[in-house]
């Protein structure tokens, strides 16, 4: 029975000293965290904006060897990326061309740039152009879906030549 009490009482000193060990925060892990937090730049890069290269805008859009189903394609995939990245995307009013071309170069809550501020087929107003300089045309279906429009070869949109991507 004496053997069974010491048992009992070593079992406590050991659970005593692992649920106190629980309250304390490894020291380690919160001083490389603390110092992390420390040397974290606060101002200067938040309010820089933040280009995601290797997209398919500036990889593809208005490329030579491409033609405007692949630019829209292009310019729908960049969108998507856009809607995984930015939180509530769908609650941005976003209404059209020059709307959407902002939002996707940079003026968003997180800064991030999807499009150039200077590309060929984006007008200094920035509107974005298909490849005949007609402007693309944005129609959002929902809050996540759009449909992209270009006039095609005859210039005039809703017509049999029109080229869209959903």
Known sequence: MKAFCVGIAIVLVFLGFY???????????E????????SAPLTFERDELKFITGNPFTEEYG????????DLEALRDV????????????????????????FLQGANPE????????????????????????????HRLSGLCFEYRSAGPDRE??????????
Request: proline share 8%; hydrophobic share 35%; net charge negative.
């Open 63 to 70: 490329e030579k060897n491409a033609d405007t189903k692949r």
């Open 157 to 166: 949109y809703w017509t049999d030549d029109d080229v869209v991507v959903r």
């Open 19 to 29: 649920f106190q060990g629980i309250d304390q925060p490894y020291p380690v892990k």
């Open 79 to 102: 969108v998507t990326h856009c809607q995984l990245l930015m939180k509530n995307f769908d609650t941005f009013h976003l209404p059209g061309n020059p709307e959407i071309v902002r």
């Open 31 to 38: 001083e490389s965290f603390r110092e992390e937090e420390k």
């Open 111 to 138: 800064k991030l740039a999807w499009m150039p501020a200077e590309h060929p087929l984006i007008r200094s107003d920035g509107v974005l152009m298909d490849r005949n300089g007609i402007p693309i045309f944005f």
